[in-house]
């Protein structure tokens, strides 16, 4: 393809995704959070929260690309929907620790929801910057820097985590996450012996940690809630819902550190995230539908 024509192919290509992204971002973002504003309910943009997770989506970016010539398209689209579930979740304990009533609980709910939805569509901008044809390429690349940009993770989602509880969150739910980690040592033991549990594989399986801890996490709030939500009793409940966000919580930062240490791997790392990423979504949506279930357009009619 002659260089003129392949410059003006990129710029019509540029032109294309900027229309669509400011359409999508109009539909999915303006128009609904404009309403809210509107309303004067005490509503504002949280343009902290979401740059912050922009800022820190970036630098993780660029780092992978950098250090490890992980094209930065890939680590959008692998760690948009971690860093997004990281934030939403924050703000629901933040929200369970600091409302004082039911109305400025629904005030707050838009500000859990707003970053994954945010992060769904940066992935989806991740995933059609041609991601499947770009896996092929990864190969091991400068393993010195894993644990470097590992560290700029979590000390990322931490730093926002003291940020915005200062030191009082709990160490109970660690537990959970380090507990899970030992049965997989043990697993890789039992089946591998001593090559199980090589420093190269362990690496591998810090993500697994993250993941079965969301899993877990997610399950426990359910369960409780389950029971808790219907003996009237908002002091008892908040505890039980809070540290199963927390052990959801610490275990994303644990997924999203495993994900910047997976992403110079092969084309079948790359589609292993692809359905992590998929089950830490679900696991968590799960959290949301049960605990704020939406009232029906029938209940609305009928009040």
Known sequence: MPKNQSLLSRIAAIILLSVGLVGITYVLFFDGLAILLAMNIGFAL??????????????????????????????IYALSLPLGCIWSVTEYIDTLYNSDDA??????????????????VLCTVGYYFDVQSTAWQLK????????????VCMFGGLAYIIY???????????????GVGIIL???????????????KKMKGRVKEVGLASVLFGAAF????????????????????????????????????V??????????????????????????YAFVLFVTLSAKSIFSLFSE
């Open 185 to 199: 040592v043990g697993i890789a033991l039992f089946i591998d012996g001593v090559e199980g549990i090589q420093l």
């Open 140 to 151: 091991t690349l400068r393993n010195k820097w894993n644990g470097y940009i590992a560290i």
């Open 221 to 256: 709030v359910a369960t409780f809630y389950a029971t808790f939500s219907h003996l009237d009793n908002p002091k008892a409940l908040g505890p039980l819902i809070s540290q199963g966000l927390f052990t959801i919580l610490y275990g994303l930062v644990t997924y999203s």
């Open 258 to 283: 495993g994900v910047t240490l997976a992403l110079n791997k092969d084309k079948e790392t790359v589609a292993w995230i692809s359905r992590a990423n998929w089950h830490i979504t679900e696991a």
């Open 46 to 75: 949280p343009l902290l929260s979401l740059g912050t997770m922009t800022l820190l989506l970036l630098v993780l970016s660029m780092s992978l690309r950098y250090f490890k010539g992980v094209p930065v398209s890939l680590s």
């Open 164 to 178: 915005t509880f200062g030191w009082g969150f709990p160490l109970e739910p660690l537990l959970l996450v380090f």
């Open 103 to 120: 109305e400025e609980f629904v005030i707050r709910l838009m500000y859990m929801v707003l970053p994954i939805l945010y992060a769904g």
